[in-house]
């Protein structure tokens, strides 16, 4: 194993073990329920959207290490985000799950560049876009 491999298994272990933006949000948010039948992962994503702005994001679920952890890195690099951002995340993460290179995106992924190696494993690739499709569902339909 190399040390990168090893570096991203831990990044990918903190975010399962203390999941970043876990909880409810009160109020008016949207939420949004999806599962990944395939793996067993649920998730609740609930969002709060003023003025084209993502401004608060919280999830519950339960699943997998890699549908977990994908939640949390999702929700925090989304928080704070123009919808049109958060939008252009998806697309950059469902490109990296097709194995593009991250390398060949301009903004910083942080902690998502952890699971990059999932491309590799295709079982897996539903486990780890399901928070994002959720994302994606809400914002569209905040939109309609
Ligand atoms: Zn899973």
Known sequence: MSSLDDLYRRVIMDHY???????????EALTVNLNNPSCGDKIQLQMLVNDDKITD??????????????ASMMTQAVKGLSVEDALRMVEIFTGMMKG???EDVDIDLGDIEAL?????????INCAMLAWKALQQGVREKAE
């Open 17 to 27: 073990q203390r999941p970043r933006n876990r909880g409810e949000l009160n109020g």
């Open 116 to 124: 990059q190696g999932v491309a590799k494993f295709p079982a897996r």
């Open 100 to 102: 593009a290179e991250p």
């Open 57 to 70: 994001v919280k999830f519950l679920g339960e699943g997998c290490s890699i549908s977990m952890s994908s």
